[in-house]
C-alpha cells in the first residue's frame, strides 16, 4: 500500500501567523480557515504533480479547507470524508486571537510551549475541551485500522499540519519524541509512505 498525504493549501489564518493579527485555528470551520489564493495555487500545482498518478481511494477531512484542497488536487473524484482527519482541537480557544487568548498566565497551562515544555507537557496539554496530541495520536490510528497495508493500492488522505505529523509517526511505528513537533508539513506539497511488507518507508515522490 502506498500513501500520500497532503496538508490543505495555505488560509487566510495560515497567512496570518506571524502578525499581531494571528488566530488559534485548530479544527475551526470558518470563512477565516479556507484557502486564500497562495492556497488554490498551492494546491493546483499538487494537481499538476499527481494527475498522471493512479489514486485509488482519497480520504478527507470534512473540514471546508481539506475538501476545497481535495476538489482542486483531485477534480471529478469520489471522496470519502471522515472526521477522524479533523486538525487537533484547541476546544473554546480556537478561532480566537492568539494575542487575546495568551495574556492569560493560565493558558500556558493548556497550550504547547515549545521552548520550555518537556516531551510529556507537549503531548498531553490541552484545553479542557479540546484534544491533546495523544489523542490525536489515537485518531491516526483508529482511521489507519480500516486498511491492509499489503493491499496493493494508492491511497490519499488530505487533512492538516499536526494530524499529519502525528501521522507520520504512527505509519513508521515511532514513539512520538521532540522531533516529531520539528515535521514541517508544508502546504498542500504530496508526502509519501509506501509499505514493504513489513513497515512503512518515507520515499521521495
Not at 475538501?67 to 480566537?96: C, M, N, W
Not at 485500522?145 to 513508521?172: D, G, M, P, S, W
Amino acid at each position: 500500500m502506498k500513501f500520500i498525504l497532503i496538508r490543505h493549501g495555505e488560509t487566510y489564518a495560515n497567512s496570518l501567523y506571524n502578525t499581531e493579527e494571528r488566530i488559534l485555528i485548530g479544527s475551526h470551520d470558518a470563512p477565516v480557515t479556507y484557502l486564500n489564493d497562495t492556497g488554490k495555487s498551492q494546491a493546483s500545482i499538487t494537481h499538476s504533480i499527481l494527475k498522471d498518478t493512479q489514486v485509488d481511494d482519497i480520504y478527507v477531512s470534512d473540514l471546508t479547507r481539506t475538501k476545497q484542497t481535495a476538489s482542486i488536487v483531485f477534480p471529478h473524484r469520489t471522496f470519502h470524508y471522515t472526521p477522524l482527519l479533523r486538525e487537533r482541537s484547541l476546544g473554546s480557544d480556537q478561532g480566537k486571537r492568539a494575542s487575546d487568548i495568551f495574556q492569560s498566565e493560565d493558558a500556558w497551562n493548556y497550550h504547547v510551549d515549545l521552548e520550555k515544555d518537556t516531551l510529556e507537557q507537549r503531548l498531553t496539554k490541552r484545553v479542557s475541551d479540546g484534544e491533546n496530541y495523544l489523542m490525536v495520536i489515537d485518531r491516526c490510528r483508529t482511521f489507519l485500522n480500516q486498511f491492509n497495508f499489503n493491499e496493493k493500492k494508492t491511497v490519499a488522505i488530505v487533512a492538516h499540519f499536526h494530524f499529519i505529523r502525528c501521522l507520520i509517526y504512527v505509519l513508521l511505528n515511532k514513539t512520538p519524541d521532540l522531533q516529531m513537533f520539528e515535521l514541517m508539513i508544508p502546504n498542500a506539497e504530496p508526502i509519501v509512505f509506501e509499505y514493504d511488507g513489513n513497515q512503512f518507508h518515507w520515499v521521495k515522490y
